[in-house]
């Protein structure tokens, strides 16, 4: 059975830094694409990036290029979404998703990572 | 970067009843390179249709997708209880991949 699980909830400080995660089974992680996307409280849903764990070959939306860091480790099977310094508007629902391929669609989805940010 | 409107944003309809949701492209989406998904409150979204028609694993007959180029339709044949939900078209043709703002389908 394919599963992706995320880690926990986050409550952060602005500035503070944050790494969660997506790990995959049930399949070879090496042979699919994992994005990330956001959704606001009450809002729909924004593409941030894709990564191949392959070969680590990232992509990134516009909107999130230089904002967030998109990463892997094979030998895990586990995908990561990191910030350096946080800000209020961050807080969000995150949720990984499995593609078949790069230009593909989204199969399978992580539960979420509900992540807060506030002083 | 591809702009995806989906209408209506809300469609109220009763169980049983044909849901028609639109999503239109601001240009051509190659390939016909376009998803749906469900959302239910509280849930990760959920892959119904790919490629513009085909429908996902497990996905009931109910559901189907068609168009090409700018214009997309999911159609739901007769709601069930269980499909009243927010619903999302994504576009994978052109990167930055893209999502519509989603349409409700809320019970009447």
């Known amino acids: 059975e394919v599963q992706l699980v995320q880690s926990g909830a986050e409550v952060k400080k602005p500035g503070e830094s944050l790494k969660i995660s997506c790990k995959g089974s049930g399949y070879s992680f090496t042979s699919y694409w994992i994005g990330w996307v956001r959704q606001m409280p009450g809002k729909g849903l924004e593409w941030m990036g894709i990564?191949?764990?392959?070969?680590?070959?990232?992509r990134y939306s516009p909107s999130f290029q230089g904002q967030v860091t998109i990463s892997a480790d094979k030998s895990i099977s586990t995908a990561y979404l990191q910030w350096s310094s946080l800000k209020a508007s961050d807080t969000a629902m995150y949720y990984c998703a499995r593609h078949p391929g790069y230009s593909s669609w989204a199969d399978y989805w992580g539960q979420g990572t509900l992540v807060t940010v506030s002083s | 970067e591809i702009v995806l409107t989906q209408s209506p944003a809300t469609l109220s309809l009763s169980p049983g009843e044909r849901a028609t949701l639109s999503c239109g492209a601001s240009?051509?989406?190659?390939?016909?390179?376009l998803a749906w998904y469900q959302q239910k409150p509280g849930l990760a979204p959920r892959l119904l249709i790919y490629?513009?028609?085909s429908r996902a694993t497990g996905i009931p007959d109910r559901f189907s997708g068609s168009g090409s180029g700018t214009d997309f339709t999911l159609t739901i044949s007769r709601l069930e209880p269980e499909d009243f939900a927010v619903y999302y078209c994504q576009q994978y043709g052109s990167s930055p991949w893209t999502f519509g703002q989603g349409t409700k389908v809320e019970i009447k």
């Open positions: 990564i191949y764990p392959g070969d680590s070959d990232t």
């Open positions: 490629d513009a028609s």
């Open positions: 240009q051509s989406v190659s390939s016909s390179y």
